[in-house]
């Protein structure tokens, strides 16, 4: 295959545009933290049954992963993605006619939940291994960032709407926004660099990424990878410590970080804008933390996000009931590491499974991270309606964080670049 020579890669058209997809899915999803008030007021269902639907839709946003993953890589990114596009579209969409709780449970949950799953970070993993050999760390760490953009954008508009015109014009400004993207996907997104004559950026010949779609049945793929994840020990330490940085990242502050704020005598708009806020210094940290990936341990970057992580979850209810700087100061440290974990993790999926089948052992170690998002959603929700606070939540997620410093250090150290014969 002859390589044209051509001045800007045709990979980094697929990752801008990538990057737009996730910034909307990212910005729907945190959508339920500015409506779960809103919806309380005016349906008077409890917040531990609105976490419910919220817990479902983080629950299948990550099972969909490794299923979306093989799916991609059998019927092609592009169907794939404008498909999940057009059931993000309809699921909020419809939410503005339900009046029953499960009705929040069947749109926002499952339908949005489906859509999300084929959206999530995934995605971006697919993206990196198949368009990108050099500064693959990079742009995981940029696609990663994409989902605090969304939260920047997004937040504050979906508060100051839900506030002024009703959450139900936050519901239809999002729908919309999902189905534009739409053509845009259909005209620039190409599934492999062969598509447009090309080599994977920085390749010098094929990749085992570029060698085209599995002919196999996406189920049995994506099951194949889950068996022979959980006959490894890396897998497990992976996946539980991804399980802890969903339940202290989406699942916990995600869902609930604005009606703590509330509590506190803070408006939900400010509140917004400083879970939006979050998302600024999370673009500073995890591209920074893609950059790292590229060049130091993996394992000791994950060591340090999740200490960190810990300690500053353990001093936010503290900061809530002081003075605004303390609270700034949570924003700034907590945002730097907001999801800084997912480079460092996709690239210790890679280097252990190889790039053809990182991507989906990437999503079942996301499926992890999502159930612990579900947990920490439901859990939340639960343990305020028995004890009106969260401030056991809080001190919970800081300890399990701690832990997950300690559990990334078993992990066994890889040789950058191993493929998956070492665990064959």
Not at 138 to 165: D, H, K
Request: net charge positive; hydrophobic share 55%; with cysteine.
């Amino acid at each position: 295959m002859n390589q044209p020579t051509v001045r800007l890669h045709y990979a980094w058209i697929v990752a801008a545009v990538t990057f737009f997809i996730l910034l909307i899915g990212a910005g729907i999803r945190s959508a339920p933290g500015v409506f779960m008030v809103p919806v309380e007021q005016e349906f008077g269902w409890s917040r531990s049954s609105i976490s419910v639907a919220l817990s479902i839709n983080l629950l299948l946003y990550g099972l969909v992963g490794p299923f979306s993953a093989a799916v991609m890589d059998r019927f092609g990114i592009r169907r794939i993605t404008i498909f999940a596009l057009l059931l993000l579209a309809l699921g909020t969409s419809l939410t503005t006619w339900m009046n029953a709780s499960w009705h929040l449970a069947l749109l926002w949950g499952i339908v949005v939940g489906l859509g999300s799953g084929c959206t999530a970070s995934v995605l971006g993993a697919v993206i990196a291994n198949r368009w990108f050999v050099k500064q693959r760390g990079l742009v995981m760490g940029i696609l990663t960032a994409s989902g605090a953009t969304g939260q920047l954008l997004f937040l504050p508009l979906l508060a100051s709407l839900a506030e002024s015109e009703g959450w139900r014009s936050a519901s239809w400004i999002i729908s919309s926004v999902a189905l534009a993207m739409v053509p845009v996907v259909w005209i620039w997104m190409r599934d492999y660099p062969r598509d447009k004559g090309l080599h994977a950026y920085g390749a010098i010949g094929d990749t085992e990424q570029e060698q085209g779609g599995s002919a196999q049945n996406p189920f049995r793929t994506a099951i194949a990878g889950l068996v022979r994840g959980m006959r490894s020990l890396d897998f497990w330490l992976l996946a539980g410590s991804f399980f802890i940085c969903g339940l202290s990242t989406n699942g916990l502050i995600g869902t609930h970080f604005i009606a703590a704020c509330v509590d506190h005598g803070i408006p939900a708009v400010t509140a917004a804008s400083m879970l939006a806020l979050i998302g600024i210094f999370d673009i500073i940290g995890t591209t920074f933390s893609g950059w790292l990936s590229d060049r130091f341990n993996s394992r000791w970057l994950l060591f340090w996000y999740y200490g960190l992580r810990g300690i500053s979850l353990m001093l936010l209810p503290y900061a809530l009931n002081s003075t605004a700087f303390a609270l700034g100061m949570f924003i700034v440290f907590y945002g730097l590491d907001w999801v800084a974990t997912v480079p460092p993790t996709v690239k210790l999926s890679s280097d252990i499974f190889g790039s053809q089948q990182g991507s989906v052992m990437y999503g079942w170690i996301f499926t992890a991270h999502q159930i612990g998002a579900a947990v920490a959603a439901y859990g939340g929700g639960l343990v305020y309606s028995m004890l009106n606070s969260y401030f056991f939540m809080f001190l919970v997620a800081g300890v399990f964080c701690i832990l997950a410093s300690l559990m990334v250090m078993r992990i066994g150290k890889v040789t950058p670049g191993a493929v998956a014969s070492q665990n064959m």
